[in-house]
Structure formats: structure tokens, C-alpha cells
């Protein structure tokens, strides 16, 4: 997998491809009144959808607020 710093070196040294994403696998721990769930699911980056060619099947895609620290 490509570690999130390399990977905005590369999208802003890019004068190729119109567009890139990336994608890494995350999981996480979700727990509640009853027995805690292992999730596995992806974090991607705000063009993900774009670079696609899909938009959301439920809910809005990313914008560049959202690809802020915090």
C-alpha cells in the first residue's frame, strides 16, 4: 500500500493522468450495548469516486474539506 505522504507527492507531481486516488484497507472496532464487531471496510482519497467515474450510491461523495487533517 502506498503511505498517504507519497501519495500526495505523487497526485501533486502528476501532469499524466487527469486524476488519482488511493485507496488502503482500514478496520476498525465498533462497539455499542452489545458485543463489539470487528469492521473491515477502505479510507480513500477525495478524487476516489471521480477517478471512477461513479458518484455515491447513498449519501454525497467527498470535497476537498473533507481531505483535511482532523
Do not use: K
Amino acid at each position: 500500500m502506498c503511505e498517504q505522504g507519497y501519495y500526495v507527492d505523487f497526485r501533486d507531481a502528476n501532469r499524466t493522468f487527469e486524476s488519482i486516488a488511493m485507496i488502503s484497507q482500514a478496520e476498525s472496532t465498533l462497539a455499542g450495548a452489545g458485543a463489539a464487531t470487528q469492521l473491515t471496510g477502505a479510507a480513500v482519497t477525495v478524487d476516489f469516486f471521480r477517478v471512477l467515474g461513479v458518484g455515491a450510491a447513498m449519501g454525497r461523495t467527498f470535497g476537498a474539506e473533507d481531505e483535511q487533517p482532523g
